[in-house]
C-alpha cells in the first residue's frame, strides 16, 4: 500500500496539463480516484471540509484549495502543490467568463452574466473578483503539510523550465524516466508549452482565453489595476518567491 497523492492547485493554473503530466509520470502507479469532482457533481462540494479522500493508492486532483480540509491527518498523504501567480489567474478567470460551462446555469443566465461582465471589462472584473479566500485555502495548505511529504511545481516554472519540473515530480513520486514507455514519453512532450497548439486535450483547443506564459496581467490590465493587485495579494506574491525556484521569482514582481 501506497499513501495517496494529491495534486493540489489553483485553478485555471495549467492544471489540467499538469495533472496529464502526472498521470504518465504515474501510470500504473495510482487508481485514479474522483473523489473531489463526485462532491462538485453533487452539489456538495463543501463537504470536503470536513469529508476525508481516500488515504491508500489515489490520485487525487483538487482544485478547490478553498474546500481543502486542513484537520485531516495529512501525512497519510503526499502532495504535488501549483499555484500561479494571482494577477494572471484573475485575466484567465475573466476570459473563462465567455466560454467555461457553468452546471448551476441555465442558458438565459449564463448570457445574462456574461453580458453583465462583458459590459464590467477585464480591469472592474479583476478588482471585484477577489480571490483572497481560495489563495489562503491554498497558503494554508502549503504551510500545515510536512516539506517532506510535499513538492511546489508552480505555473511559471512549468512553462519556462518544463523539463526539470517534469524531473523533479518524477524524483518525488519515486518514478525513473528511462523507464517510461513510448506513449508515457508522448503523452508528457505534448504538454510543452511552445507544442500545446497541436495538443487535442490542452484547453485551449475548447475554450477561448488560456494562455502559455507567466505575466498576462502586464499586458491586459491597466497600471491602477496591476498596483490595486500588487497591494492586495503581496503576501501571496510573496509567499510565491519564496517558494518557486529563484530562476522565475521575478515573474511575481
Given at each position: 500500500?501506497?499513501?495517496?497523492?494529491?495534486f493540489?492547485s489553483?485553478?485555471?493554473?495549467?492544471t489540467?496539463?499538469?495533472?496529464?503530466?502526472i498521470?504518465?509520470?504515474?501510470k500504473?502507479k495510482?487508481?485514479r480516484e474522483k473523489?473531489l469532482e463526485?462532491l462538485?457533481e453533487?452539489r456538495r462540494?463543501?463537504?470536503?471540509?470536513?469529508e476525508?479522500p481516500?488515504?491508500?493508492?489515489?490520485?487525487?486532483?483538487?482544485?478547490?484549495p478553498?474546500?481543502?480540509?486542513?484537520?485531516?491527518?495529512?501525512?497519510n498523504y503526499r502532495y504535488?502543490l501549483?499555484?500561479?501567480?494571482p494577477?494572471?489567474?484573475v485575466?484567465n478567470q475573466y476570459?473563462w467568463?465567455?466560454?467555461?460551462?457553468?452546471?448551476?446555469?441555465?442558458a438565459?443566465q449564463?448570457e445574462?452574466?456574461?453580458?453583465?461582465v462583458r459590459r464590467?471589462?477585464?480591469?472592474?472584473?479583476?478588482?471585484r473578483?477577489?480571490n483572497?479566500?481560495?489563495?489562503?485555502?491554498?497558503?494554508n495548505?502549503?504551510r500545515?503539510?510536512?516539506?517532506?511529504d510535499?513538492?511546489?511545481?508552480?505555473?511559471?516554472?512549468?512553462?519556462l523550465h518544463?523539463?526539470?519540473?517534469?524531473?523533479r515530480?518524477?524524483?518525488f513520486i519515486?518514478?525513473?524516466p528511462?523507464?517510461?514507455?513510448?506513449?508515457?514519453?508522448k503523452a508528457?512532450?505534448?504538454?510543452?508549452?511552445?507544442?500545446?497548439?497541436?495538443?487535442?486535450?490542452?484547453?485551449?483547443q475548447q475554450w477561448s482565453?488560456?494562455?502559455t506564459?507567466?505575466g498576462?496581467?502586464?499586458a491586459?490590465?491597466?497600471?491602477?489595476?496591476i498596483a490595486?493587485?500588487n497591494?492586495r495579494?503581496?503576501?501571496?506574491l510573496?509567499?510565491l518567491?519564496?517558494?518557486?525556484?529563484p530562476r522565475?521569482a521575478h515573474?511575481?514582481?
Open positions: 500500500m501506497a499513501r495517496s497523492l494529491i493540489l489553483t485553478p485555471t493554473s495549467a489540467g496539463s499538469m495533472f496529464r503530466v498521470l504518465a509520470i504515474t500504473g495510482y487508481r473523489w463526485t462538485y453533487e462540494i463543501a463537504d470536503a471540509l470536513h476525508v481516500p488515504a491508500e493508492d489515489a490520485l487525487i486532483l483538487h482544485r478547490t478553498q474546500y481543502f480540509n486542513l484537520n485531516m491527518r495529512l501525512t504535488v501549483n499555484a500561479r501567480d494577477r494572471d489567474l485575466c476570459h467568463q465567455f466560454s467555461h460551462p457553468n452546471q448551476l446555469e441555465d438565459a449564463t445574462q452574466r456574461r453580458e453583465r464590467e471589462g477585464i480591469d472592474a472584473f479583476a478588482l473578483h477577489d483572497t479566500h481560495m489563495l489562503l485555502g491554498f497558503f495548505a502549503a500545515k503539510i510536512a516539506p517532506e510535499r513538492i511546489f511545481v508552480g505555473y511559471a516554472m512549468y512553462c518544463f523539463n526539470e519540473t517534469v524531473s515530480m518524477c524524483r519515486g518514478v525513473a528511462e523507464d517510461f514507455d513510448s506513449q508515457q514519453r508528457i512532450a505534448r504538454e510543452k508549452s511552445e507544442d500545446l497548439a497541436d495538443n487535442p486535450a490542452w484547453i485551449g482565453g488560456s494562455d506564459q507567466p498576462r496581467h502586464k491586459e490590465l491597466q497600471p491602477d489595476t490595486a493587485l497591494q495579494y503581496a503576501w501571496f510573496d509567499f518567491r519564496r517558494m518557486d525556484d522565475v515573474t511575481y514582481d
